[in-house]
């Protein structure tokens, strides 16, 4: 090893201790602030769903929808009709 690897090396070493608390507040951190944001998201979540359940709950006059079925009840008397026919 040249003497400028040995320095190096060894500046380094006198400070991994330095580095390695360093990258894990680091990390702790970053963990940290997912956890806060994934928190963060599920309660919203959470709220929304909450507020959406809770208005349809309480609407007092529920929704009527009127479905004509003229068109199908004459297709399927066409199919009777054309059954019978061929039944013959």
Known sequence: MSQAKVDRYKAE???RKKT???EKIKNTIAAA??????????GWVGYSAYG??????K???PTQTEVN???LSE???????ADT???E
């Not at 602030?33 to 599920?42: D, N, R, S």
């Open 13 to 15: 070493k006198a400070t």
């Open 20 to 22: 390695m608390k360093k």
């Open 33 to 42: 602030c997912g956890t806060v944001v994934c928190i963060a998201v599920i």
């Open 52 to 57: 959406y359940f809770h208005t349809q709950q």
């Open 59 to 61: 609407s007092s006059t």
């Open 69 to 71: 079925l003229d068109a």
């Open 75 to 81: 297709y399927m008397n066409t199919l009777q009709t």
């Open 85 to 87: 026919t061929a039944e």
